[in-house]
């Protein structure tokens, strides 16, 4: 069996390119040995100096700002490597066991859960495979058993993957899906909980809300909100699209009933990769809305949520290398790492007279940063950034801007930003 730069190199650039989608420039970095990781002291010698180092792990151009890993990241050398590798080991056909095919939707694959779900401190029969939280999502509003006038309650803030669910529930079973109202920005978590348990009644049958909103980036209080249900006896599933790989996760410690997440954004995995966490006491109450053999085995446990059919397992390949790497450089430094580069960036926002939708408190906060900016029409000012300086950000309109500050982007990368932003406040006036 060739090794994965044995396979790279058989392929030729143009294989390569051709073989994984990648540009031909891209290929040939791909098929070079990744850059070496930065000596794990350099972060104590000179923090600045060891991100910079990491920095070039990553295919995204050195002129290039990319402020939106909101929406999705960008996958370091050795992660492309690894989906590289993996369609080398699967297209062989030479599995040791006959009976065993490249095809993720028949196995319980726990070589690829059992990191994943140690990164998340959860046991592995809690933590089914999924290729997206919008699929993980569709599962839970799907599978529980609703009548007609039980309530789920939302944030006004949901993602259309998790919200748009309940909507189809709404329209076929004649659900009620029920919305709170996140402050713009919240100066408080009590603010935030005391919404919640207003907006609870006796038809309140689960509480649906993302971890970190994709609105506003507001880090949520999870742990309390998923005691308040638990309090009342209703049910909490969190939409933690942005947290694998923002922070440091903890699920059990949460104590919600169910989680979801696409870890293609902040832990920089493939784009296709994603899981679903069901406690087990819970388990009972969900129902397999996509089915194939398994799906009536309670033995198997969350592993019959993963019984999809055929998929791509070279992805799970790239997942797993994913948390190799964010484990290589530490999840504390990363979360640090996020919170340091949005606070500076939120402050220096504010200084500019940019209102916060984030929050003013740090703790509601991790790597996304919120502001509206009017007069300025975020699609324009999105466009001047990205045509004439290579910046990409992100926002709603009419002037929300929403900047994610991932770990690889360097101080120079957001100074450049801001100073960019000034000039182009200076060309409207």
Known sequence: MLDRRGFI????????????????????QVCKAAPTMPPHDLYDRDEEAYWTEIRKQF?????????????VGSSPMPVLQAIVAGFDDLEQMAQDDPERYPIWGYEPYLE???????FLNAPVSEIALLRNATEANSYIAQGLDFSAGDEVLLSDQEHPGGEQAFHLREKRHGIVVKKFTIPKPPKSAAEILNRINDAITSRTK?????????VTGVVMPVKEICALARDKGILSALDGAHVPGMM???IPAIGCDMYTASPHKWLQAPKGSGFLYVREAVMPKLWNTIVTEGWDKPELKAERF????????????????????????GMERIE????????????????RGAESWTSPDASLRCGITT???????????????????????????PSKLRLSTPYYLRRKDVDRFLAKFDDYRKQMA
């Open 112 to 118: 690829f859960r059992e990191p994943l779900a140690k």
């Open 206 to 214: 689960l509480i649906f809300i993302s971890h970190i909103t994709t």
């Open 59 to 71: 295919l995204i151009p050195d002129e290039n700002v990319y402020l939106n890993n909101g929406t």
């Open 9 to 28: 190199s058989s392929l030729g650039l143009a294989g390569l390119a051709s073989f994984t989608g990648l540009s031909a420039e891209a290929a040939a």
């Open 248 to 250: 440091k996760l903890d």
């Open 336 to 351: 640090k790492r996020h919170r340091a580069m949005a606070d500076h960036l939120h402050a220096e926002m504010v200084k």
């Open 371 to 397: 502001v509206n900016v009017p007069p300025i029409k975020r699609m324009e000012l999105e466009m001047w950034m990205w045509k004439n300086h290579k910046i990409r950000i992100r926002g709603g309109e």
């Open 306 to 329: 993963q019984r999809i059919g055929s998929s791509n397992v070279a992805m799970l390949w790239g997942l797993r290398a994913a948390i190799e790497f964010a484990n290589s450089i």
